[in-house]
């Protein structure tokens, strides 16, 4: 057998016609290593949202599975294209839609998960010499239904149809030429890193790096796939390649810092103190399917207490009704909000063997007189709630303290 490679392709490396050439000569000339290689793509830059705005003007509560066919088109149209591109500079190719490749999910349209790849349609065409061009981000269903995985979600169907494959690994292409220590707009001295553990990426996925879908991140850390990240714009892009922890290598402390804007904070003060009562507000806002990220509750004065917690900006309007009608039933004093907050995480595996790194951070923020209004840690991450206008400052001083600015990252 030979060996393979599956390869995903962004938005803007399909963006228009001239690059979904350039893409097919690339793809021709790995082919000629005698590779076989499976490419998944996503919708041509700007595709799915169009898509979506088109959905809107109709109605804002459109049938989900009338969705799902509908977003699914954006992939189809780029992966067709792609196929003919290759065809037509001679790398014989078959196009492939979500069915086609086998990848069944569960019923969960607009953001379904993928139960298994049925392979042998796909094992078959590599067999004839074929590149498979494979549609991202969808599946079907049991029902034979078009479903979708969720925005971002090619990245998580290359990842699983590599696993299925047992590809040698999975190389997303994107815009940008690898993982950042930070966002380069705002700290100039970020750098690409070379290496990043599967752990790292996913908590940087989780804290909104674009970069990945986190499931995508999940799929390779579960079945080890090295998986790289770089850019098809630049020739020889040698990417960023995450994979697991090196123990032969010392780690950074911290490898990447990030700044969550999407964050909104809503408290509840003066609640009873007793069993029952943030399980009433939690379970009133699952039912609603508003995912909460931090929360903390203030030690009790005289029987009552004050909980805060945060949800995604855009969520902030229906989280605050669910409190607010939960409120009155159970009398809390008063509920604020409050959409000017950001979260600065650091991240690095090197932080389950290096003590203090949480009180360096909170120092840190501190000589620069910013407050620390919410803070939540996991064995590789420090994240702290502070005030939004103080965000790109926290990452850059952060960056320098940490030693980021100068140091080859992981490299
Ligand atoms: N086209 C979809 C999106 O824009 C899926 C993807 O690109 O991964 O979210
Ligand atoms: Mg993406």
């Known amino acids: 057998m030979n060996r393979l490679v599956v390869q995903k392709y962004g938005g803007t490396s399909v963006g228009n016609i001239e690059r979904i050439k350039k893409i097919a000569e690339r793809i021709a000339r790995l082919r000629k290593e005698k590779i076989d290689i499976?490419?998944?793509?996503?919708?041509?830059?700007?595709?799915?949202?169009?898509?979506?705005?088109?959905a809107n003007q109709i109605s804002a509560i459109g049938k989900d599975r009338d969705m799902d066919l509908l977003l699914s088109s954006g992939e189809r149209v780029s992966c067709a294209l792609l196929s003919m591109a290759l065809?037509?500079?001679?790398?014989?190719?078959i196009?492939?839609?979500?069915?086609?490749?086998g990848l069944l999910t569960d019923n969960s349209h607009t953001k379904a998960r993928i139960k298994e790849v049925d392979t042998n349609r796909a094992i078959k065409a590599l067999e004839d010499g074929q590149v498979i061009v494979v549609a991202g981000f969808q599946g079907i269903n049991e029902h034979g239904d078009v479903t979708t995985l969720g925005r971002g979600g090619s990245d998580t169907s290359a990842a699983a149809i590599a696993v299925a494959l047992k590809a040698e690994r999975c190389e997303i292409y994107t815009d940008v030429d690898g993982v950042y220590t930070a966002d380069p707009n705002v700290v100039p001295n970020a750098h690409k890193m070379?290496?990043?553990?599967?752990?790292?990426m996913l908590e940087m996925s989780s804290l909104g790096a674009k970069v990945l879908q986190f499931r995508c991140v999940e799929f390779c850390k579960n079945y080890d796939m090295p998986l790289i990240v770089k850019s098809s714009l630049v020739e020889d892009s040698k990417g960023t390649l995450i994979c697991k922890e090196d123990s032969s290598m010392e780690q950074p402390?911290?490898?990447g810092i990030m700044n969550d804007k999407n964050q909104a904070k809503i408290t509840i003060k003066g609640v009873p103190d007793q069993p029952g009562i943030a399980s009433k507000f939690f379970t009133g806002l699952a039912d609603e399917n508003l995912s909460v990220d931090?929360?903390?509750q203030n030690v009790s004065d005289e029987s009552q207490t004050d909980i805060s917690f945060t949800v995604a900006k855009a969520e902030i309007n229906k989280a605050t009704k669910v409190v607010q009608d939960l409120g009155k039933l159970i009398k809390a004093r008063d509920i604020t909000t409050d959409t000017n907050i950001c979260k600065i995480s650091i991240v690095?595996?090197?932080?389950?063997?290096?003590?203090?790194?949480?009180?360096?951070?909170?120092?840190t923020l501190s000589k620069e007189n910013i407050n620390i209004i919410m803070i939540s840690t996991s064995e590789i991450r420090v994240s702290c709630i502070i005030e939004e206008k103080y965000g790109e400052l926290a990452v850059r001083v952060l960056h320098k303290v940490f030693d980021m600015d100068k140091t080859?990252?992981?490299s």
Do not use: W
């Open 348 to 363: 690095g595996a090197g932080m389950r063997s290096h003590p203090g790194v949480a009180a360096k951070m909170f120092s």
């Open 194 to 200: 070379n290496r990043v553990s599967y752990d790292e």
């Open 38 to 54: 499976v490419v998944v793509v996503s919708a041509m830059a700007g595709e799915t949202d169009k898509l979506l705005a088109m």
């Open 294 to 296: 931090m929360i903390i």
């Open 253 to 255: 402390i911290v490898s």
């Open 95 to 101: 196009s492939m839609t979500g069915r086609q490749i």
């Open 87 to 93: 065809d037509s500079i001679g790398c014989p190719a």
């Open 408 to 410: 080859l990252v992981n």
